[in-house]
């Protein structure tokens, strides 16, 4: 039964798409009773089947080795492990906005972040910096601590950079719960449906570049800690060291472009 879902997600990624969300809705309803931090238990609960069903789809020590021998185009290799990462992180979101409309009490710790980020932004404002180098070096470091955080998780604890990707996923979901109840209207489309769409549709263009500098960051760390784990011959050990730096060194440029965009444009 298991192995036949996996088959059927990998060849029909709307399957995935509609199983996230309901995973992360699922682990809402088991933590009803868990109080105002139910938002890291929903996260934890979450991880399980999600570190399955990654681990099962992109099948990381084999596949990983096999695609690192390729002489395909970097992202044509590993173009699984992107879609993959996309798919579940903005199915999360989805799931996360709904669990906040079950429940929003439970996320007490994504509301406080949230918080945080708006009362440094507020202060950069008030110092009328908001649009120079301030804002500017506020969001690139930001960015660059969750880049390496990512990284780092992946070489010691795959999981680790999985609860990143659902910590990320989960403040975004609750910040759209929070642009829902703001917006004053008995109109339901508009409140719960419009307003969420538009706000999402706000962050995506520098959003899409951060979500893929912290996938990038990610993989560059899965590929790295096959070199540890596994006796590989030199030419592959090589390719591996070759491949992980490539994808950090990516990761970096797409934050710093994000950063820009944020900053200077947007």
């Not at 492990?81 to 903005?90: C, E, P």
């Not at 680790?160 to 609750?174: D, E, K, P, Q, T």
């Not at 899409?208 to 590929?223: K, P, Q, S």
């Not at 030419?235 to 797409?254: K, M, P």
């Amino acid at each position: 039964m298991y192995d036949i879902l996996i088959e059927k997600i990998r060849y029909n990624y709307l399957i995935l798409f509609f199983l996230s969300i309901i995973i992360i809705v699922f682990s809402t309803l088991l933590s009803l009773k868990s109080g105002p931090h139910g938002g890291i238990l929903i996260i934890a609960i979450s991880l399980v089947p999600f570190v399955q069903i990654y681990n099962k789809i992109i099948e990381k020590d084999e596949m990983i080795s096999e695609k690192i021998k390729s002489k395909k185009n970097i992202f044509i290799r590993y173009k699984e492990y992107f879609t993959i990462s996309f798919i579940i992180f903005f199915a999360s979101i989805f799931g996360f906005y709904i669990g906040y409309l079950i429940n929003h009490n439970l996320f007490y710790p994504q509301i406080q972040a949230i918080e945080s980020i708006r009362k440094d932004i507020i202060a950069l404002s008030y110092a009328n910096v908001i649009y120079t180098k301030s804002f500017f070096t506020y969001i690139l470091y930001n960015n660059m601590t969750v880049l390496l955080l990512f990284f780092a998780f992946s070489i010691i604890f795959g999981a680790g950079a999985i609860y990143l990707l659902l910590w990320n996923a989960s403040i975004i979901g609750v910040f759209l719960g929070l642009k829902a109840s703001e917006y004053m209207s008995n109109n339901i489309i508009h409140k719960f449906i419009l307003v969420p769409a538009i706000s999402l549709i706000e962050i995506l263009p520098h959003g899409i570049l951060e979500f893929l500098g912290y996938f990038l960051a990610a993989l560059a760390g899965n590929i790295l800690s096959i070199a540890f784990i596994k006796n590989l011959d030199r030419e592959s050990l090589e390719n591996i060291l070759s491949d992980s730096l490539a994808l950090l060194v990516l990761a970096i440029l797409f934050i710093f472009i994000a950063a820009v965009i944020e900053a200077y444009i947007i």
